[in-house]
């Protein structure tokens, strides 16, 4: 891929990925929610949610702002740690452009430190959020080739894309 050889774009189910570190596009909450949300917290168990819960009782008591990033336990998913990160909701009006970016940044910076090699990512805000796709997508994998540099210990990163249109505009980004 031309952004960087370490960036796949994968069509498929974000919570069937085996890697270090699955990226969660969480709520504000930290409790589920829909969409990729609540898939990890359905099929990663019971874990995830206490550990999250923790959180909130703790540092996170008025829950995460959005672009930061947080880790639990994968539960009973196939990777060993969910990263937690809450994209912006689009706005036609507002440039949220670098929040999405630190998404992406922090989500990195959160793998780095728990000696991740390898990570899977949805496309953060491009759900419920409404951010339009092309837009995340550029967003997305030039911040993630640009972090990359910095984590060098990360030597896979995925793109887990849930539709064809959606994969379709990330790779039309990557090229």
Same mark, same amino acid.
Request: aromatic content about 6%; overall charge neutral.
């Given at each position: !891929?031309p952004l960087?050889?370490?960036?796949?774009?994968?069509?498929?189910?974000?919570t069937e990925h085996e890697? /270090?570190?699955?990226?969660?596009? *969480?709520?504000?909450?930290?409790?589920?929610?829909?969409?990729? /949300?609540?898939?990890? +917290?359905?099929?990663?168990?019971?874990?995830?949610? *206490?550990? &999250?819960?923790?959180?909130?009782?703790? +540092?996170?008591?008025?829950?995460?702002?959005?672009? #930061?990033?947080?880790?639990?336990?994968?539960?009973?998913?196939? %990777?060993?740690?969910? =990263? @937690?990160?809450?994209?912006?909701?689009?706005?036609?009006?507002? /440039?949220?452009?670098?929040?999405?970016? /630190? &998404?992406?940044?922090?989500? !990195? @910076?959160?793998?780095?430190?728990?000696? %991740?090699?390898?990570?899977?990512?949805?496309?953060?805000?491009?759900? =419920?959020?409404?951010?339009?796709?092309?837009?995340? %997508?550029?967003? *997305?994998?030039?911040?993630?080739?640009?972090?990359?540099?910095?984590?060098?210990? =990360?030597?896979?990163?995925?793109?887990?894309?849930?539709? #064809?249109?959606?994969?379709?505009?990330? %790779?039309? *980004?990557?090229?």
């Open positions: !891929m960087v050889s370490l960036i796949e774009l994968v069509l498929g189910d974000i890697v /270090d570190a699955v990226v969660n596009a *969480a709520n504000s909450s930290l409790l589920g929610g829909g969409g990729v /949300d609540g898939a990890i +917290h359905r099929k990663g168990g019971p874990d995830i949610l *206490a550990e &999250c819960r923790k959180l909130r009782a703790g +540092h996170y008591g008025r829950g995460l702002k959005t672009g #930061q990033a947080v880790a639990t336990t994968a539960g009973l998913l196939p %990777a060993r740690w969910v =990263i @937690h990160t809450v994209g912006p909701v689009w706005s036609p009006t507002e /440039d949220r452009s670098r929040l999405l970016a /630190d &998404c992406y940044r922090n989500a !990195m @910076h959160v793998a780095a430190d728990l000696d %991740a090699r390898s990570i899977a990512f949805p496309a953060i805000s491009t759900g =419920i959020y409404r951010w339009p796709v092309a837009s995340a %997508a550029e967003i *997305a994998l030039t911040t993630v080739a640009e972090t990359a540099k910095e984590t060098p210990g =990360i030597t896979s990163v995925r793109m887990v894309l849930f539709d #064809q249109s959606t994969y379709d505009e990330f %790779a039309a *980004a990557a090229r």
